[in-house]
């Protein structure tokens, strides 16, 4: 995973909640076999709406996408992940986010950051109204501010989750470091347990 | 550790390979069921690193997402399924892992041969590159949907790195209805929970229904978990549970069996564990149900009709009411059992095994289709189709006229040929009703598989309630 790098830039306000990813990704798209090329395809459906915002040129850089609750919600496809980040967003905010989805951001170094309703509404506000607006991501700080620093808001993030984004670790890696501790568990482990091969 | 334990709690420790800092655990992973589309990404990057699968024989695959439900002996229509497939039969072969393809009777909806196979069994922890890997839940296994990273993690090293997730208990009580099933019963939890109030939670199912379902219903009721936010719903192992796995290829035989009968018994939520929320509905208040709108939480009993966004609390919720008006061009006010169809689809891994069949089934008998209706019946596994031929009910149903198929996802998500075209309506077995979800601009009523196959001779959704 690349390290994530403290981000400024604008936001796109996508103000729907349970947005599905097979809205973010259709799965006529999951037929291919590789793993980039997905961002062409992010919100295709709803591309074709010349209104949605996808299309508005003022929103054509942003690094930052203002979401609704439950944020990825429905299948698992990580396509959806890898659609976002192709196309060039580097964190995701909003007030909360579907359970595999935000584990399978985390497994890119797509950051998920959950504010309130409140502040993400003043966000998309601003944003509304000065689309070049642009917004300071801190990950060591954990914060979220505006360039002027009119707002600042802390924001969680899980401790394993942060260290592998600032170092850019890979998560199998670490988990081979354990090897000792995995090997004395399958020692303990039932022999009742099922085998898909004799 | 507190004395009285949640069964979640219970298979979650029984997993901890190591408690890291920062919260999450390191899970042991029992069984891998590994498909076509989320997987060649996991098994590329397993090859460029060099990496090796460290159990291969705690891991299975099958093709389901792709396949074509007619015609598999000729020339697929869309290269990139053949490839897709092609690829997995490539990784399976040079991981050396075990294969249902289509030509193998046991090839189905990877979440339907699992149980059937009796892979699937309690206490196990079970995860798939699926959000609908809930559907083990119903054996009582966590069973939760992965992206394609943690496919290869798991590959690679046998575990998951997991926070810990808090705790829901849903209680469902009394009796239900004549008409009514665990379809109507899942339907009106994520009605009543919402999309997304599972989010973080696992679901353990409690309650009179939930042990009088058949082991098929409580495989519906956990199917559909992931549509309420949470990744895993289960229900506690019992006798339903067991005489359903005896004999099955995978499960332990002889002294074997017993033993593990033991382990099992011993799988059930102490008296006194505490969980996090808990929600409860009574059978007797829950009626035959339609989804009306674009996702699962948007349902209404069949006797009612579609709602006003003029009746919704906040702005928000009206916005994104009328949204799903429009998508799905119905009217407030308009009556259920006015909505005409043009489709039926009876399958996928929430309703496509025998007894989802069998109740369809009885609904056609001596019956036609609407002359206006496409229906088709897509049986979740080969051997599903293979017991439901001996029975004669693909007669049944190809005699009133639907098309019957061969197993796989099909028209669930519209991977392979099996789709709506834009503008047609459907009433589907399936779990979501997402915009475009079996089709660009297709629109999708979720139902239960009576009130499918009734539908299918009206032309319009019927109240199975009022059927002789």
Redesign the interface.
Known sequence: MRKFENVIGNCLPLN???V?T??II???Y??????TGFGEFLFD?WKKDADFILNDSRYASASVLLAG??FG???????A?WALEDYGFRVLIAP?????FL??CA??GLLTVVLSQEDIDYLVARSEELPQSEVVVNLDDQTVATADGSFIRHFDV??????NFLEGLD??GL??E?EG??SE??QK??E??????D | MQDSQTIIEKIWNNHLVQSTDGGSDLLYIDLHLVHEVTSPQAFESMTLSGRKVRRPELTIATVDHNVPTVGRDQPWEDPLSVQQVETLRQNCKEFGIPLFDVDDSRQGIVHVIGPEQGLTQPGLTIVCGDSHTSTHGALGALAFGIGTSEVEHVLATQTLPQTRQKTMAVEVNGELLPGVGAKDVILNIINMIGVGGGVGYIIEYQGEVIRDLSMAGRMTVCNMTIEAGARAGLIAPDDVTFSFLEGRPYVPKGSDWEKSLDDWRALTTDPGAHFDQTFSLKGEDIEPCVTWGTNPAQSVPVSGSIPDPMDATTTAERDQIQRSLTYMDLLPGTAIEDIALDRIFIGSCTNSRIEDLRDAAQVVQGKTVSKNIRAMVVPGSGLVKNQAEEEGLDRIFTDAGFEWRDAGCSMCLGMNPDILFPGERCASTSNRNFEGRQGPGGRTHLVSPPMAAAAALAGHFVDIRTLS
Do not use: M, W
């Open positions: 729907r909640a349970d599905d097979d809205q259709p799965a006529k999951l037929k291919r076999i590789e793993r459906t609750s439950n919600c429905g299948s698992s496809r990580e396509h992940p909360s986010f579907a359970d595999i584990n399978n497994k890119i899980d401790p394993t989750t942060k260290k998560s199998i988990t081979l354990l501790s995995i568990f399958e482990r039932s009742l347990y099922p085998k898909t091969i």
